[in-house]
């Protein structure tokens, strides 16, 4: 037979096997995430399904590859058979999923007190189910290689060019899985265009198989004079040592991508588009560097040594990474600036950028022995099949122990940076044994020299500048010198790596795996508050609640100030059980409350399994693109299951950076499972969602009172919300007006999870809150009928008017949040209505900066520092917001007294003269100030301009006026607002 039909034959065969290779990663894909909902998102969970794939991999390698080099056995009809095997087996997964589900859930009550069983329940299913396909696609490689090499001591090129072009096919799975099919056409979906894939391949396959195997007609390569010959005992010593080092090189390989994955995670997030793009970067690199060997093995002619060279250089560009990850900020900012990052493409490019920068050298290096290290082993078996398949079992399990060895002990033990130059240095050895195991008649130290120097300094030079060192000090916090923050803890363990950051205001930050999930400062802390107690004030009579997500404690805190029997926390991670003391402020060492039961693992997968029923449950988990499990119609069938008759649910949701269609698609996926549902404001960004079975009527009176226990008022009044008509007017929409709201909204769904694809666009910010403000419900929407006949409450009474307030307060934020002009005044016109209205509402003087926690603040800040003239302006001007025109002036009059003509003074007391009347004395302290050649604000300037005008000088007004008015043309409107509402303060005050 002729070389043309067996190069077309052999180009055929590899492209099914690229095809396969891609079905193959898009199964791993999807067969992860069906077993991340069933068993949680655990690492134990997560470790088990990829230790049984992989194992299945190796079993299938070892086994088949025994099958193929049987007499008379027909590689190419072997793989065929495996494909359709493969493809039958997808088919019936669903099934078995489900079935699986149910014996996961009758047997939790057996194992739910045992960690160990709860591992071999897990264990026990995924291995029941996976096995089987994992093991048929295990047997591909040697299946294949069996029929592709024609002889041992041609093995190199042609199971070189089958690994990388199956390596390349499953790159093209997994990025066409994570970046096109399950956004566009879900999990099941996905699932059976993999199958047909396998199909039809195996028909192709099985088609090829029956026509005649061609035969070799390239005669044997002469023996290399200076080749190593594997044909006595130390030769096939040699390759043994190869082979058991190759093992330890898949050990230090999946150790690096484990390591490589979880420190990338800082720079491009733990989204979905996130682990495509380092899985992607991981396995194209070993890929190309596969092939690449693979068309130049022929001119190796001392394969153990080259090797060993091989491993040195992985371990140099290991260890490289570690400068790189110090880099990589800046790098990937000047990479931004050159495409379009807000779209998916670019978000996209991006997330590739910082993985192929990372990983591609020593991936390279990676691919590139396998072709070598075949070589060695298949010419000192004499058999294809079985050489292919034992070394790419070998080298599976190594990688098995390497991933877990990574995430269980290396990762807690030396710590991120530590553990990749260990395993950079793990290799070095291994490239030092191979260098020194090389058979060659020159001399050996060139070699070793060459090759082993250039390691020792870049291990000796990295160890040095980056030995314990956490990699939480390459957040993009501590690459901006202008805006510095300070690394108050690192952990970096077992199921994530967190971090506390302080601002340099002195917030402090809890970030997770590189994503800052919780703060304390004000705004955060009120969202916190809402879940804590909206949902308990709801119910009609709560005894039981769920909190699902630990963080900062303070959800957990503020639940456990009501009078409940129990409180269940659970949290992914045991670490935040470290990190509590650190945010005591606002958690008040709640471990501690006997009340509360914390509970380690997944709270998705804790609702599928546990028999519990609660009166409440509240979750607040990352943004819905980065846990998207939990914002799915399914999730809240789960929550509905575990709640009682009464019981309420309350989701934060968040509209940040969200296109308008897919946040009523985050509202809709809620509100199409429970039967009544209304929607509440936190601020313009964050929102709580209620839902339940029964419909909800609060009793304002009832409301007030349980909001009036001692405990419960003073967490709410930390935020501002301890007046039950304020909690209550964040009310927005309610039942039939969110229904309508929704109408036409699509479901995320399990299997079509769409939130955490969605494109990012903050111009939908604005337009989002303003419709619904537009929409808002009346509050009796939500309120039970009052007595019949009764005179309303003095409660009732207030509540028309902290309506209209609230009202005023969500346009000002809006307006604070989105403004549409610069130095607009509509924020500020907006919370001074709201003022008028409700003068004592503390929510609204907080957002004019007077409320009385910022009050206490400034006060005490003023007694304690009574010679700093900052301090004392600060409360000055609180004291003036206040009403108190009186003290306000006596402190000012003091500062002038003690320092001087000081031009800040100056503004301040001017602008309290003229609200008190006084417009000569307004001029007098306010005209030096830019007749000096100084510079008054905008609102000061007015000032001014208004006293002169009301002093008779109407052309020196003019002059200040006329300029502000073009600027700011609301800004008569403001100074209107203003003066009233500081008269009306000052009125109420005595000042």
């Not at 997994?174 to 699932?191: N, P, Y």
């Not at 000796?460 to 901006?480: C, D, S």
Request: glycine letters at 8%; a neutral charge; proline letters at 5%.
């Amino acid at each position: 037979m002729s070389d043309r039909p067996r190069s077309v034959r052999a180009l055929a065969v590899l492209a099914l096997f690229l095809v396969s290779g891609a079905s193959g990663l898009v199964y791993e894909v999807v067969w992860s995430r069906w077993f991340t909902q069933l068993l949680g998102t655990t690492i134990y969970a997560v470790s088990t399904v990829l230790g049984v794939f992989m194992g299945g991999l190796a079993l299938g390698a070892w086994l088949f590859g025994r099958v193929a080099d049987r007499p008379r056995a027909n590689g190419l009809r072997i793989y065929g058979v495996l494909e359709l095997a493969i493809g039958i087996y997808v088919l019936l997964l669903p099934a078995l999923i489900d079935a699986a589900e149910g014996i996961y859930v009758s047997a939790w009550p057996l194992v739910e007190a045992s960690f160990a069983g709860q591992l071999g329940l897990r264990f026990a299913l995924v291995v029941a189910i996976l096995i089987v396909p994992a093991t048929l696609m295990g047997g591909t490689l040697p299946a294949l290689s069996r029929h592709l090499v024609t002889s041992p001591e041609h093995s190199a090129r042609e199971i070189g060019m089958l690994y990388a072009i199956n390596t390349l096919g499953a790159v093209l799975g997994c990025a066409t899985a994570g970046f096109v099919l399950l956004e566009h056409l879900g999990l099941s979906a996905s699932l059976y265009l993999a199958a047909a894939l396998n199909f039809a391949v195996a028909v192709l396959a099985l088609w090829l198989a029956r026509r005649p195997e061609p035969t070799a007609v390239t005669p044997p390569r002469a023996p290399d004079a200076d080749a190593e010959q594997p044909v006595d005992g130390a030769a096939a010593g040699r390759a043994r040592l190869a082979l058991g080092l190759y093992a330890l090189c898949g050990f230090a390989a999946l150790a690096l991508e484990v390591l490589w994955t979880r420190s990338l995670m800082y720079f491009v997030s733990v989204d979905t588009w996130a682990f495509t793009s380092m899985l992607s970067a991981f396995l194209c690199g070993i890929g190309l560097g596969s092939l690449v060997i693979a068309q130049v093995e022929s001119r190796i002619r001392r394969p153990l040594l080259a090797l060993g060279i091989l491993q040195v250089g992985v371990a140099i560009g290991a260890a490289a990474s570690i400068p790189l990850f110090d880099g990589l900020y800046a790098a990937q900012q000047s990479f931004e600036s050159a495409v379009a990052v807000t779209s998916k493409l670019g978000r996209v490019a991006s997330k590739l950028f910082a993985s192929f920068f990372v990983m591609l050298l020593p991936t390279l290096l990676m691919g590139a022995s396998f072709p070598i290290a075949s070589r060695i082993w298949v010419q000192a078996k004499g058999q294809v099949g079985r050489g292919v398949g034992t070394l790419y079992a070998i080298n599976t399990v190594g990688a098995i122990a390497g991933s877990t060895m990574a995430g269980f002990v290396l990762i807690p033990w030396l710590g991120l940076k530590d553990a990749v130059l260990a395993m950079a240095s793990l290799y070095a050895l291994i490239g030092a044994v191979l260098i020194a195991a090389a058979r060659a008649r020159g001399p050996l130290l060139p070699p070793v020299v060459a090759a082993g120097v250039p390691a020792a300094i870049v291990l000796l030079i990295a160890n040095a500048l980056y030995h314990g060192e956490p990699m939480a000090r390459n957040l993009y916090y501590f690459q901006r010198p202008e805006d510095p923050h300070e690394l108050v803890y690192s952990d970096e363990g077992v199921a994530a790596s967190l971090a506390i950051i302080e601002t340099a205001r002195g917030s402090k930050l809890l970030n997770i795996n590189g994503v800052t999930t919780a703060a304390d400062n004000y705004l955060d802390m009120q969202v916190h508050r809402m879940l804590s107690h909206l949902a308990v004030l709801a119910h009609p009579d709560p005894r039981t609640a769920l909190i699902v997500g630990f963080g900062m404690g303070s959800t957990a805190y503020g639940v456990c100030q009501h009078p409940l029997e129990r409180v269940d926390v659970v949290e992914l991670l045991r670490a935040e059980r470290r990190t509590a003391p650190y945010f005591e402020h606002v958690n008040h060492g709640i471990l501690g409350d006997e009340r509360l039961h914390f509970i380690e693992g997944d709270g998705r997968n804790y609702l599928l399994a546990t028999e519990r029923r609660y009166d409440v449950i509240s979750f607040n988990a990352i943004h819905p693109r980065f846990s998207s499990n939990l914002y799915t119609a399914d999730f809240y069938r789960l929550c509905l299951e575990r709640l009682t008759d009464d019981g309420v649910i309350c989701a934060w949701l968040t509209q940040n950076r969200m296109p308008r269609d897919v946040w009523r698609m985050l509202c809709a996926s809620l509100v199409e499972v429970f039967p009544h549902c209304s929607l509440w404001y936190s601020n313009p960004e964050h929102y709580c969602l209620l839902g339940s079975r029964r419909p909800l009527r609060i009793d304002p009176d009832v409301w007030a009172q349980r909001m009036a226990l001692p405990a419960v008022a003073t967490d709410l009044a930390d935020s501002n919300l301890a007046d039950p008509a304020v909690m209550l007017t964040r009310f927005v929409l309610g039942d039939a007006d969110l229904r309508r709201y929704l109408q036409g909204a699509v479901l995320n769904t399990d299997d079509r999870p769409r939130i955490e694809f969605s494109a990012e666009f903050p111009d939908d910010e604005r337009p989002i809150v303003e419709e619904l403000l537009r929409l808002r419900s009346p509050l009796d929407t939500i309120l039970a009928a009052p007595p019949a006949g009764a005179d309303p409450s003095e409660l009732r009474a207030r509540l028309p008017a902290y309506e209209a307030s609230a009202r005023l307060l969500f346009r000002g934020q809006i307006d604070f949040w989105y403004p549409l002009a610069k130095n607009s005044l509509q924020a500020e016109i907006h919370y001074l209505r709201a003022l008028q209205l409700t003068p004592d509402n503390q929510d609204v003087r907080e957002n004019l900066l007077f409320s009385d926690r910022r009050v206490a603040v400034v006060e005490a800040a003023a007694q304690a520092n009574p010679d700093a003239p900052q301090a004392q302006l600060e409360h000055a001007q609180m004291l003036r917001q206040q009403g108190r025109f009186d003290d306000a002036e006596r402190t000012l009059r003091g500062l002038l007294d003690r320092y001087g003509s000081v031009g800040s003074v100056m503004q301040e007391l001017g602008l309290l003269r003229l609200l008190r009347g006084d417009a000569a004395g307004a001029i007098d302290m306010l005209l030096p100030i830019p007749a000096s050649g100084g510079r008054l604000d905008m609102r000061h300037g007015y000032a001014l301009g208004v006293a002169l005008d009301r002093a008779g000088r109407t052309g020196e007004a003019l002059a200040f006026l006329g300029a502000l008015r073009r600027e700011v043309p609301e800004i008569d409107e403001w100074w209107a607002v203003f003066e009233s509402a500081s008269k009306q303060m000052a009125a109420r005050a005595g000042g």
